[in-house]
């Protein structure tokens, strides 16, 4: 017997195949409490974990993994981490070099996705993971080196993930932003949308993780992200976000959970969400919005990470000498700075020689830093690695 429902025998969907009736039924779920054992709390359905239990109970980081994949998979699709810095003092060092970038760039940078421009638009710093290197390499160390991030990324996105980064400040009385899903389908107009088939929509999913560090505190007046537990399993949501009628669904629904500084939150790139409007008047909300990227997808922004890995090799190179790192640290801060994957490459000039991949940046920075080379000796087995990558 042929089956009527179109959804069956076909790939591809444009805006006249929405149903606001379907996504309702994909939002309206509760989060249970009993399915996230290791969870701190549940908050208008936001799965809240502690940062201390991760760190206390390093022998079940698997079992937090499991969890936040599922959370961001199967479950409302967006988990907080309160403390996931175990010390606020690197918070305020970052948050003066983000300082000192926005004087050098004349003001709050200009653009946003899914907000206003102009002179009361929110502020931007773009690629903000690049200029903290080159402003203040320490700093970027000591930042990037939280193993919490690690744990986070690699439960949805598995090794060698690669960071961005941007820095969000919304002034008192800005405006929020209109909801919407994220980049890499996030990023397009419907009728570009609708020429990728179902599968990759629901795909391209998987090749994102979005995050925000809280750099100040965020009362619920700040605006902190408005979000919309489970609407990332509506399939067609890339298409349909577009609409008024669902637009106007978020806001009726939308939820939002107050952080503090150095907590962070985390969410499938599909959630429908938008920064919130900050209804202060003298209060500055600001954000380190993390975008991270399988090592298997194209990230959002164009970051030079043999430039940073030059860059930040001297403080590398001491905190290795002095054992100032712990393993998990090494490993944040290598998988955060460097190119962990091996390809693409030229397999003439650089074969997989005793293995089945070619040497990556990221081993070669450990390899460099385990036998103390000097940054000279580091530059030059960088740029020969470089050189045989070409074709």
Not at 158 to 167: N, R, S
Not at 232 to 242: D, E, F, R, W
Request: proline share 5%.
């Amino acid at each position: 017997m042929q089956s009527n429902d179109r959804s069956l025998t076909t790939s591809f969907f444009g805006t006249s195949d929405v149903s606001l009736n379907a996504f309702k039924t994909s939002c309206e779920q509760t989060t249970q409490a009993d399915r996230y054992p290791l969870a701190a709390g549940i908050q208008s359905n936001v799965v809240i974990y502690n940062g201390d239990d991760i760190r206390r109970d390093h022998a079940d980081v698997r079992a937090f993994q499991s969890e936040m994949a599922d959370v961001l998979l199967n479950g409302p699709g967006v988990f907080a981490v309160k403390k996931f810095f175990a010390d606020n003092t690197i918070i305020d060092e970052m948050s003066r070099v983000f300082e000192s970038i926005l004087a050098a760039e004349h003001g709050f940078g200009a653009g946003d996705h899914f907000g206003k421009t102009g002179p009361q638009a929110n502020g931007r710093i773009w690629n903000v993971f690049q200029k903290s290197a080159e402003a203040a390499p320490p700093t970027f160390v000591h930042y990037y080196k939280n193993p919490l991030l690690s744990i986070v990324s690699e439960a949805w996105l598995g090794p060698h993930y690669q960071v961005t980064a941007q820095v969000n400040i919304v002034r008192p009385g800005g405006d929020a932003q209109v909801s919407h899903r994220d980049y890499h389908l996030g990023f397009q107009q419907p009728k570009e949308t609708a020429r990728y088939p179902l599968h990759i929509q629901k795909m391209s999913a998987m090749l994102t993780l979005q995050g925000a560090v809280a750099h100040t505190d965020m009362p619920l007046e700040s605006g902190p992200t408005k979000l919309l537990p489970f609407s990332q399993h509506y399939p067609l949501g890339y298409i349909a976000y577009h609409d008024k009628t669902f637009q106007e669904y978020f806001e009726a629904h939308y939820v939002q959970v107050a952080l503090e500084k150095g907590d962070a939150v985390f969410f499938n790139p599909a959630l429908f969400h938008a920064a919130g409007a900050n209804r202060t008047q003298d209060f500055h909300r600001s954000a380190n919005l993390l975008q991270v990227s399988s090592t298997f997808a194209k990230p959002m922004e164009t970051v030079h990470l043999a430039h940073i890995s030059q860059i930040i090799y001297p403080s590398l190179s001491e905190g290795w000498k002095q054992n100032a790192f712990s393993h998990d640290e090494k490993n944040a801060i290598i998988t955060a700075a460097t190119d962990g994957y091996s390809f693409p490459t030229n397999l003439d000039t650089d074969p997989p020689i005793g293995g089945l991949a070619p040497e990556s940046m990221a081993s070669l920075l450990t390899r460099a830093l385990d036998n103390e080379w000097t940054l000279d000796q580091y530059q030059e087995a960088l740029t020969q690695l470089q050189s045989k990558q070409q074709a």
